[in-house]
Structure formats: structure tokens, C-alpha cells
């Protein structure tokens, strides 16, 4: 990946911020918690699974997954359809101060903090992958109801991630983690992974944070 910093991208249905380079955050309004304590890295814990709540689906409609629970989703990869099963296993939040010193606008990142998503991939049919895989790129982070803001440029090989430009060689039955990195408001309480195919509603994985 590019040794600079990280940068932020900002998407909003009308304007796009080119100056401040953030991602507009979209979602229902939720009043902020207190400040999250900690100055080290806190890890989100997911909430206990429902009774009904199995390891493992194969519903495509989306909605929401309990504590371990796989989603089934299709995409188009280079190579042809792929089928996967998606499990988001954690979310990792880092501090204030680190956040201010991945970005080059100060500003923006004001009272964020770090959000990696952990998911896992497992390929479950479909053509063997002899390039990067696309199917992290719907993977996104939202807290308290609102999109984060992606970090780009974000080391993609820290501590239980995979580099998926390393992966040249992807077969059924194999599996992957693949991270992916935004901006959160430093005192969200509920975080959430979302994973969709195109155009298909979200898979949604909470996390509570302490």
C-alpha cells in the first residue's frame, strides 16, 4: 500500500466535500453517549445471540446477525460468480490521538477514533480467484446509526488482517479475514458492520462497545 497518510473520502447524495475529503455519514440520528475513558485500543463486543440464532444462514434478504452468524452472498469477481459466507467477528477502535495522526486534516478528524472491521470470508462455490478478491469492498462501519467515515490508504495487514492484494490464489473452502477501516465518533456506544451484494439490502452484525 502507498507508505502516506491516510486520507479521508466524504460521499453525500448531493455535494461532495473535496477540501475536506470526509465521507458524509447517512443513517437515523441517534443523541451521543459520554465520551469513551480509554486512551488504548478497546475491542466492541457483540451482544449475545438470540435463541433462534444459528451459525450459519443462507438467506440472501439481508437483516440483522446475531454473534457469530454467517451471511450467504454472491459476487461478481473477475474470474466469474462467487459465493461466500460472511462473518463479521469484530470490530477494534483505537484512540483520539491515534486517529489525529493518520489524517491530514486535523479538523475532520476532531473526536474520532479508528473502527477496523474484522470479517471473515469463506468461499463457498464458484471459480477459483488467481487475483485480489472484490468482495470487502461493500463492507462498511456505522455507529450509532450513522455510516463512518473510510479511511483510505489504512494499513490493510495489521494484527489479524489479511492483505488482500497478497492473496493471489483464492479456492473453495478456504477462508480469509479481511479488515476494513473508517472514522467513528470517539463516544459511539453501538457499533455495526454492514455487508451487502449490489444493489441488495445490508447484513447487519452489532457490536456493543464498553
Not at 14 to 25: D, N
Request: proline residues 6%; contains cysteine; negative net charge.
Amino acid at each position: 500500500m502507498p507508505n502516506r497518510q491516510a486520507t479521508l473520502r466524504v460521499i453525500t447524495p448531493i455535494v461532495v466535500a473535496m477540501s475536506l475529503g470526509l465521507s458524509a455519514c447517512g443513517g437515523d440520528e441517534k443523541p451521543d453517549s459520554k465520551p469513551a475513558a480509554s486512551g488504548k485500543a478497546q475491542k466492541s463486543k457483540p451482544p449475545e445471540a438470540p435463541e433462534h440464532a444459528g451459525t450459519d444462514s443462507t438467506a440472501s434478504e439481508g437483516g440483522p446477525r446475531a454473534a457469530g452468524q454467517s451471511a450467504m452472498g454472491v459476487v461478481q469477481e473477475d474470474e466469474g460468480k462467487v459465493t461466500y459466507n460472511i462473518t463479521a467477528r469484530k470490530v477494534e477502535t483505537g484512540t483520539e490521538a491515534e486517529a489525529q495522526s493518520l489524517v491530514q486534516d486535523k479538523k475532520a478528524a476532531k473526536g474520532m477514533v479508528r473502527a477496523v472491521a474484522h470479517v471473515e470470508y469463506t468461499h463457498k462455490s464458484g471459480p477459483a480467484l488467481t487475483d485480489s478478491s472484490d468482495v470487502g469492498d461493500s463492507t462498511t462501519v456505522w455507529a450509532d446509526g450513522k455510516r463512518g467515515t473510510v479511511l483510505l490508504f489504512a494499513p490493510e495487514d495489521e494484527a489479524g488482517c489479511e492483505d488482500p492484494y497478497k492473496i493471489d490464489s483464492w479456492k473453495q473452502g478456504e477462508s480469509h479475514t479481511l479488515c476494513e477501516t473508517f472514522l467513528v465518533p470517539a463516544n459511539a456506544k453501538r457499533l455495526e458492520v454492514h455487508w451487502s451484494e449490489d444493489d441488495g439490502e445490508p447484513y447487519v452484525w452489532t457490536f456493543k462497545r464498553d
